[in-house]
């Protein structure tokens, strides 16, 4: 899942081991180890339909809150070769808390737009109001209750191994008035609107073999066909190189035209004439991508309704409200040899997809991911945090509290602090937090009279548990600023990291779900992109969020959550991207529209539904798997303390790259830099002579004819101006993957260098400024790589 700065890392893995069962322990501490059992998950997870009815008849409310992935909250650790990548993921309950120092970093506050179950359609309102009918204080006051009572609520799962809505489980040492006081503190945390159906496994999702109704688009976006009666050459304003755009018209047909006639027609290009690709249209690449129709989203509610009928009348899941999507459980047997083919069409043909039983099926063991672990591993480890006001799901408040900022943008903007901490401060934190949690917990088992005045002490002990805030930054006296830590690096090229348990888990997984594996686009990027191809951990209290955002490049993406509590999930397929890009750009300011990725917001469920943008609501729960389909936008928030794992991958396929193009043409419009490096990616799949089907193969060599002109283009000019230009030499040290010093571009064959000598980008290091130019490929090895890709 990113941020708006760079940030990212690589690994390799094997095959899974056999099914393994992952026993449950009774111990309540540390939570970490606490694990449900079959029967209690079984009876927790049932259908929709029975989390309807029960719903019905407890009328209890319980809210829940996405946060990446990404939550996009931007940021960049430069380095040579390590960018790091943000989402947001979860954390989980560990043991007892002990004291330690809290160090505080570089910090900074990010406006950013950055990773349930059971459909229990309610009859409730949409949304619940933005925060601004009460005064300030009174809200702050609200939203350190709402936690308390998450918390409370998370300990309860982890105490009673169940979930309280279910009126089935085991109920001994509790009485009932003890089990009637904490149902109804918690109504406040229960979630609505959330609408989910198990699909039996070989069962594929309308249009499967057109995906979202968008083919088409995307082949004409990438491979356009070629008009003789078009445009022959574009005028270009900028005569400084940039990168190439990957959409929009070629000038000529890749089949039958060579490297030589490529470059002899890029030759133009500094006299201000492109005679090989025309000039990126900002305006048509501004937004993601839009469908024809809601053909779609028709063909898939009627799949659901259909689904539904068929099954028996008492097992039926009640039918969405208006405006929201229903999401697919795809569920995993831990007694048999599952087939994974059935598992990678359901996952490739999905927007989004719930994966259940596929930790047990693999083994995946939890325990090897808590943070005590961790800090085992890494305990000189610094882990970024993000700092915001906890909340339920539809409640949004900014961190850094701006009137006007929020009026104008009807309660939609969002914004958190973000610094660093040591991961041993942050782990103290959060065991403070959880040992405070199960305190509550026990109090009130003790004496339920005494509940609310538990549940004040407890606001008091989270708030002054909270990590400190950075001295710049005055937030109001009644807030509760939680910490969601971010981005923890399992970096299988750490010498100085001992993560050999993490890896093995990592290596468990079925090949199609790994971070990278042999063959799949990522292995053509000889770089650590942190949580794009490596994996990252998120951990997380109650009511952190990630921000909407789509993946880096569009990629699809993998979440697992190692619990014990919740995350509340937010989702809309591809084809409304630019409907809700639309809109979230109504709530900012034209100078914010220009930098649209670099913006926090949080979108109102019901304004979407009005503007004809359809939700999938829903909630992972413990050891739930969520796989992030091709461009789904998606946004988080944790409903308890949950540890998260997730990745991105970057499968070898037509449509996976040809988004990758569009994503990285819609960032350039919107001044975004793309962490893929999809240049030096499609060079190396040639040089590695990798199999590809005749599609693909067609689609990379129309990126291949721009790079080349491209990088012919950058020769000229730098002959134009007479700069000194070396062949790069071994001895020169230059990373495999180079990024502009200042702006973060890749830099792919020329490397123009200072004095000192750092690598920019033509645009950012003028000619005058220029030491020399390092070269990677001369243009004859280029032309050799090209003309070796042959159509049929």
């Known amino acids: 899942m990113r941020r708006s700065s760079a940030q990212l890392s690589t690994a390799r893995h094997k095959t899974h081991s056999p099914p393994r069962r992952i026993t449950r322990s009774r111990s309540r501490t540390p939570w970490s180890r606490i694990r449900t059992s079959d029967s209690q998950r079984s009876d927790q997870r049932g259908s929709s339909t029975r989390d309807n009815r029960r719903s019905e008849q407890s009328q209890s409310a319980r809210q829940s809150r996405p946060t990446t992935r990404s939550t996009y909250n931007s940021q960049t650790q430069r380095s040579m070769t390590n960018i790091r990548r943000s989402r947001s993921r979860n954390v989980r309950f560990a043991s007892p808390p002990r004291q330690g120092r809290i160090d505080t970093g570089t910090s900074r506050i990010q406006f950013t737009s950055n990773r349930n179950r059971r459909s229990q359609s309610a009859s409730r309102p949409l949304s619940q109001p933005r925060g601004n009918t009460l005064d300030l204080s009174n809200r702050y006051k609200q939203s350190s209750r709402w936690l308390a009572l998450a918390c409370l609520h998370t300990a309860y799962i982890v105490d009673r191994d169940t979930d309280f809505e279910y009126p089935d489980f085991d109920t001994s040492g509790y009485t009932p008035k003890v089990l009637a006081t904490i149902k109804e503190l918690t109504k406040p945390v229960k979630v609505w609107n959330v609408n989910t159906m198990t699909i039996p496994r070989k069962t594929l999702m309308p249009l499967h073999e057109n995906y979202r109704g968008l083919d088409h688009k995307i082949d004409q976006m990438v491979i356009p066909d070629l008009d003789p009666n078009g445009k022959e050459q574009a005028l270009c304003a900028d005569q400084t190189p940039t990168i190439p755009n990957f959409t929009g018209e070629l000038f000529l047909d890749i089949q039958t035209t060579s490297a030589k006639s490529i470059i002899e027609k890029a030759h133009k290009r500094i006299n201000g004439i492109n005679t090989v690709y025309d000039v990126l249209d900002i305006s048509s690449r501004k937004y993601l991508i839009s ?428 002959e134009k101006h007479n700069i000194r230009k070396v062949p790069i030499q071994k001895t020169h040290g230059f990373a495999p993957i180079e990024r502009c010093h200042k702006c973060d571009v890749i830099v792919f064959n020329l490397l123009p260098t200072d004095t000192r000598p750092n690598v920019y980008c033509f645009q950012c290091l003028k000619p005058n400024n220029i030491d020399v130019v390092y070269q990677r490929y001369s243009i004859k090895k280029l032309s050799d790589f090209y003309d070796s890709v042959h159509l049929y």
């Not at 509610?301 to 459980?329: C, M, W």
């Not at 191809?533 to 951990?539: R, W």
């Not at 909407?548 to 699809?556: Q, R």
Request: hydrophobic share 35%.
């Open 291 to 718: 469908g024809d129709d809601d053909s779609v989203l028709k063909r898939e509610l009627e799949f659901f309704a259909d689904h539904n009928s068929k099954q028996a009348e008492d097992t039926r899941e009640k039918a969405p409200k208006k405006g929201y999507l229903p999401v697919r459980i795809y569920k995993m047997s831990e007694n048999e040899e599952e087939p994974f083919d059935n598992l990678q069409k359901a996952v490739k043909t999905s927007s989004i997809l719930i994966i259940e039983g596929l930790c047990d099926v693999i083994g995946l063991k939890r325990k090897a991911f808590t943070l005590r672990e961790l800090l085992k591993a890494m305990p000189e480890y610094k882990v970024n945090v993000s700092r915001q006001i906890p909340e339920p799901p539809e409640v949004n408040m900014l961190t850094v509290y701006d009137k006007k900022l929020e009026e104008k943008s009807q309660g939609w903007r969002a914004n958190a602090i973000q610094h660093d901490v040591s991961l041993e401060s942050f782990v103290d934190y959060y065991e403070t937090s959880t040992a405070s949690s199960i305190r509550a917990l026990q109090s009130v088992k003790a004496c339920p009279d005494n509940a609310e005045s538990i549940i004040d002490t407890l606001q008091k002990e989270l708030k002054n548990a909270s990590l400190p805030l950075p001295r710049k930054y005055h937030i109001h006296p009644d807030a509760t600023v939680i910490a969601f830590g971010t981005n923890i690096d399992i970096n299988p090229e750490n010498k100085y990291h001992k993560l050999k348990r993490q890896l093995k888990n990592v290596e468990k997984l079925p090949k199609f779900l790994r971070p990278t594996k042999d063959g799949d686009l990522m292995d053509h990027v000889p770089e650590i992109l942190a949580g794009i191809n490596t994996l990252q951990v998120y951990a997380k209290v109650p009511g952190v969020k990630t921000y909407p955002h789509i993946e880096n490049g569009s990629l699809e993406s993998v979440n697992v959550n190692l619990g014990p509590g919740n995350s509340v999930w937010y989702s809309v397929p591809l084809e409304y991207s630019a409907k809700l890009q639309e809109l979230a750009s109504e709530k900012m300011s034209s100078r914010e529209k220009e930098e649209f990725f670099k913006q926090g917001y949080w979108p109102n469920e019901e304004e979407c539904i009005s503007r004809g943008i359809p939700i999938q609501k829903f909630i992972q729960r413990p050891f739930d798997t969520v796989y992030v389909g091709v461009g789904t936008y998606h946004w988080v928030v944790a409903t308890g303390f949950t540890i998260q794992i997730a990745w991105n991958v970057a499968s070898k396929c037509f449509r996976q790259l040809a988004m990758v193009a569009i994503t990285h043409d819609h960032y350039l419009a919107n001044k975004y830099t793309s962490l893929i490096p999809i240049e030096p990616m499609i060079w190396n799949m040639v040089r590695n002579k990798t199999d590809i089907d005749d599609k693909l193969k067609r689609l990379v060599k129309g990126m291949l004819c721009r790079s080349l002109a491209n990088c012919k283009f950058e020769i000229d000019y730098v």
